[in-house]
Structures are given as structure tokens and as C-alpha cells.
């Protein structure tokens, strides 16, 4: 069980917007920011989103992140197949931990 | 180009030991935060351990006390040695540049605890 709390699924149609949430506590997503990862399959993992809402050089506009409290948001809009990837939220604990949601499995249709 | 290669992985049994190794070029671990993360087969991301610039380390709750994460400057390599190992240590070890927000990802490294 993780600390921060991700849907284990997702799905969408090509084109449309997809969601991801992820909840965690005052002590983590509450006072530190939150970094989102892509990972296909037998690959490492790809930074998409860090510091809440900012893209790495190279990551589609496409994608974009927020976080309001205690809770974060990855949203993929025009949803493309090769999207489809699991999907993590990150970010630091104040006991000096780092912490990973437990994934979502994005499915497009 | 950054590239950071990790080795060491192999099959243990329970309570042996393994030192993992990764070696990074483009850029030096001394001036960067490293982390080690890891993956079970199936599973999600789990961060193992960091050091910081100072030297300051930081170890999850499951491997505190039996991982040790050290660097050689002079080598410009990360480490992760790894006593009583468990079962549950079973994964793909990635060595990370960064904390937590990592730009820069090894491919991994095996480990495999099995009696």
C-alpha cells in the first residue's frame, strides 16, 4: 500500500482527456512538490511533469500536471495509442523519505 | 551526454550480501543528488535511497539498516551495497540522477534473492 494514492487504471479513446489523480498527506505532497513518470514497458522510467506543473524539454505539450493541497494531477489531453504506459506520481516526504504512488495503468481504447 | 550504467546485479541467497555499482559520465555524482530506486517484477516504483551533495544519506524504512548508498568521487560511481538480503529485495535496481525528480535513469541492474 502506498503513501500516495493513485487509481490502479485509466482508460480513454484516441483524442480524448484522460486524468490521473494522486493523494497523499500534509507531510509529503502537502509541503513538497510533485513529479509525474511515464514508463513503457521494459523501459526506465521517463520524467514527464516535475515541480507540479513543469514539462521537461522534449515532453509534449500534451501533457500537464497541478496540485491543489494534498492532491496532484497528471491530465493527458488528446489521447494519443502510444500513450498508453503506466503512469507514477513522486514526490518527498518530510521524514526525509521519497516516495512513489503506486501506478496507474493507462489503456487507450 | 549523460549516461549512468549500472552492474553488480546477480542471484543471492537470503542473507547474503551484493554491492551494486554505477558508473556516470557526463556529468559528476559529487555535485549531484543520486538515488537508488527499485522494481519488482510486475510491480510499481519503489525509491530505495539518496545522498546528497554534503554526503547526507536517506534510506526507505525497508532497507534501513541493511543498505548502505556511497560514492567515489575519484571514480565519479554510485553505490548500493546491500546486506541480509531478503525475498522481498528481489528487483530491477535504477541508479537515478536527483532526489526525487529524476531527469536521468540507468536501464537497471537484477537482483534476484532466491534460495
Known amino acids: 500500500q502506498s503513501v500516495l494514492t493513485q487509481p490502479r487504471s485509466a482508460s480513454g479513446t484516441p483524442g480524448q482527456r484522460v486524468t490521473i489523480s494522486c493523494s497523499g498527506s500534509?507531510?509529503?505532497?502537502?509541503?513538497?512538490?510533485v513529479h509525474w513518470y511515464q514508463q513503457l514497458p521494459g523501459t526506465a522510467p521517463k520524467l514527464l511533469i516535475y515541480?507540479?506543473?513543469q514539462r521537461p524539454s522534449g515532453v509534449p505539450g500534451r501533457f500537464s500536471g497541478s496540485k491543489s493541497g494534498t492532491s496532484a494531477s497528471l491530465a493527458i489531453s488528446g489521447l494519443q495509442s502510444e500513450d498508453e504506459a503506466d503512469y507514477y506520481c513522486a514526490s518527498w516526504d518530510d521524514s526525509l523519505n521519497g516516495l512513489f504512488g503506486g501506478g496507474t495503468k493507462l489503456t487507450v481504447l | 551526454e549523460v549516461q549512468l550504467m549500472e552492474s553488480g546485479g546477480a542471484l543471492v541467497q537470503p542473507g547474503g550480501s551484493l554491492r551494486l555499482s554505477c558508473v556516470v559520465s557526463g556529468f559528476t555524482v559529487s555535485t549531484n543528488y543520486m538515488s537508488w530506486v527499485r522494481q519488482a517484477r510486475g510491480k510499481g516504483l519503489e525509491w530505495v535511497s539518496a545522498i546528497d551533495v554534503g554526503g547526507s544519506t536517506f534510506y526507505a524504512d525497508s532497507v534501513k539498516g541493511r543498505f548502505t548508498i556511497s560514492r567515489d568521487n575519484s571514480k565519479n560511481t554510485l553505490y548500493l551495497q546491500m546486506n541480509s538480503l531478503r525475498v522481498e529485495d528481489t528487483a530491477v535496481y535504477y541508479c537515478?540522477?536527483?532526489?526525487?525528480?529524476?531527469?536521468?535513469w540507468g536501464k537497471g541492474t537484477t537482483v534476484t534473492v532466491s534460495s
Open positions: 500534509s507531510s509529503n505532497i502537502g509541503s513538497n512538490t
Open positions: 537515478a540522477r536527483d532526489r526525487i525528480a529524476i531527469f536521468s
Open positions: 515541480n507540479n506543473d
